[in-house]
């Protein structure tokens, strides 16, 4: 990565007071965990994530959308956070104060040793009750804690909620569905407040949280893009940096803090 760009993004990295991370799933890429648009592979290839990620497709077929959660969350109890993730992790330590808001399902900023952490799309994580009561829920999972068996992917029936019975769903934000009110509050009040945002890994078109970096720049904030391709996000960063959150993130905060 060369250039002025990369040495004008350290600066304001180094010279900042309160920096959020705006992520996407292009974050995770590095760890091995396919971005929301990369297309299925294996069994799920012959669907569209976006048709499965839904309260209809839920209560259409239960089975096939927990299997495929499942599957999604075996893949991340295999992966490990990326460098991109551990350089985060010293942004935060640099400057106290800052702020991970995430698009992301995956704990891999939690895994990194990232203290803050906003989860706007939920987490794969969370299970809770499929009715308005949103019961707490945990996983089957076998008693030693393992995953269950990495599988590439099959019809699994949800457990029942320990409360009510109903079938437990993913803890995860669907197609349509809101937004979880204090993680959009907290996200909104942070980007507010930041005078530096990056944006990684992310192609900012779904809304609202692709609304994130546009407050923060309307707020005053320096917003800096890392992702290899451009996005509509483009127009609103100040530098654009075209090259994966692995290598710029590392790059970035070593020549911050040489
Ligand atoms: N480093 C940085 N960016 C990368 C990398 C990488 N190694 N690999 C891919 N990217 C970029 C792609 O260029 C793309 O712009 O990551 C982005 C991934 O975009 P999406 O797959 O659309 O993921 P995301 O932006 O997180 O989607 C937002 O949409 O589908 C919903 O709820 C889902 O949270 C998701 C939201």
Same mark, same amino acid.
């Given at each position: 990565m060369e250039g002025v760009l990369p040495h004008r993004a350290a600066q304001l990295l180094g010279e900042a007071r309160r920096v959020v991370i705006f992520t996407g799933a292009g974050m995770s890429a590095e760890s091995g965990v396919p971005t929301f648009r990369d297309d299925l592979t294996g069994l799920w290839a012959r669907f569209d994530a976006q048709q499965l990620a839904t309260a209809e497709a839920f209560r259409t077929d239960p089975d096939l959308v927990w299997g495929w959660y *499942?599957?999604?969350? #075996?893949?991340?109890?295999?992966a490990e956070p990326n460098s991109g993730h551990l350089a985060i992790t010293t942004i935060e330590s640099r400057i106290p104060g800052s702020t991970v808001i995430t698009q992301n399902v995956d704990d891999l900023h939690e895994r990194a040793g990232t203290q803050a952490v906003i989860h706007l799309h939920g987490s794969l994580f969370t299970p809770r009750c499929g009715t308005a009561a949103a019961h707490p829920a945990t996983f089957p999972d076998p008693p030693d804690g393992e995953p269950a068996e990495p599988h590439e992917g099959r019809r699994i029936s949800p457990p029942r909620c320990a409360y009510c019975r109903a079938p437990v769903r993913p803890g995860v934000v669907w197609f349509g569905e809101a937004l979880p009110e204090a993680?959009?509050?907290?996200?909104? *009040?942070?980007?507010? #407040?930041?005078?530096?945002?990056?944006?990684?890994g992310t192609s900012g078109v779904v809304y609202p949280a692709a609304a994130i970096p546009q407050i923060a720049a309307r707020s005053g904030a320096t917003v800096i893009q890392v992702n290899p391709q451009p996005t509509p996000l483009d127009r609103i960063a100040a530098i654009n940096l075209?090259?994966?959150?692995?290598?710029?993130?590392?790059?970035?905060?070593?020549?911050?803090w040489r």
């Open positions: *499942e599957w999604r969350r #075996a893949r991340v109890r295999r993680a959009l509050t907290a996200a909104v *009040e942070a980007a507010t #407040a930041c005078d530096v945002l990056l944006t990684v075209r090259g994966t959150a692995a290598q710029v993130l590392s790059t970035l905060v070593a020549t911050a």
